[in-house]
């Protein structure tokens, strides 16, 4: 059956970079639009950033020029390059897919971005 599975998380200073995967089995990522979301304890989810099937990549503003959404098509993954970044990233980073209008979405990787 259909997994994503985030990783890349951590611990980082202010200022630094990350780069977040997102893996996936039973689906080809090259064919599904990727979205990244990410949300903090007690707060609504946001919307991060997405790439399409056909390359297109659109970033919310809070991260735009700083994150980065590429693709790995042999890999079968998707990554999330994080720069530049500031306490206010600190929160759960998801990464979601759809097929045949079923969502499915990884398990979570934590940011933590300290001073």
């Known amino acids: 059956h259909v997994q994503l599975m985030e990783s890349g998380g951590g611990l980082v200073q202010v200022g630094g970079s990350l780069r977040l995967s997102c893996t996936a089995s039973?689906?080809?990522?090259?064919?599904?639009?990727v979205t990244w979301y990410r949300q903090a304890p007690g707060k609504e989810r946001e919307w991060v950033g997405v790439?399409?099937?056909?390359?297109?990549?659109k970033y919310a503003d809070s991260v735009k020029g700083r994150f980065a959404i590429s693709r790995d098509n042999d890999l079968n993954t998707v990554f999330l390059q994080m720069n530049s970044l500031k306490h206010d990233d600190t929160v759960m980073y998801y990464c979601?897919?759809?097929?045949?209008?079923?969502?499915?979405w990884g398990q979570g990787t934590q940011v933590t971005v300290s001073s």
């Open positions: 039973s689906i080809f990522l090259s064919t599904n639009a």
């Open positions: 790439i399409v099937s056909g390359g297109v990549r």
């Open positions: 979601k897919t759809s097929r045949r209008e079923r969502y499915y």
